[in-house]
């Protein structure tokens, strides 16, 4: 079944940096598009990021420039680089592939 397992969160002071993974198994990763939601208390969930599996990125207005998605076939790992942090990146980091999601990686910005 499908399983993805997200580390790399923590707290850093804002204009600091986190390079958050996704460790996915259970289905073909090379051939899968893969995605980066967030959600801060009270919100709802945003999409971050999107990697397909050509290589093809899309990121959301308030992360464009600063956020970085990328992938790594041989290691089946979507990684999420965040640049310059604003505290309004304060969020619940979530992997996705389809309608599955993992457990979530806390990133706090102060």
């Known amino acids: 079944h499908v399983q993805l397992v997200e580390s790399g969160g923590g707290s850093v002071q804002a204009g600091g940096s986190l390079r958050l993974s996704c460790t996915a198994s259970?289905?073909?990763?090379?051939?899968?598009?893969m995605g980066w939601f967030r959600q801060a208390p009270g919100n709802e969930c945003e999409l971050v990021s999107t990697?397909?599996?050509?290589?093809?990125?899309y990121y959301a207005d308030s992360v464009k420039g600063r956020f970085t998605i990328s992938r790594d076939n041989a290691k089946n790992t979507p990684y999420l680089q965040l640049n310059s942090l604003q505290t309004e990146d304060t969020a619940m980091y979530y992997c996705?592939?389809?309608?599955?999601r993992g457990q979530g990686t806390q990133v706090t910005v102060s």
């Open positions: 990697i397909s599996s050509d290589g093809s990125t």
């Open positions: 996705k592939r389809g309608e599955t």
């Open positions: 259970g289905f073909t990763f090379d051939v899968a598009a």
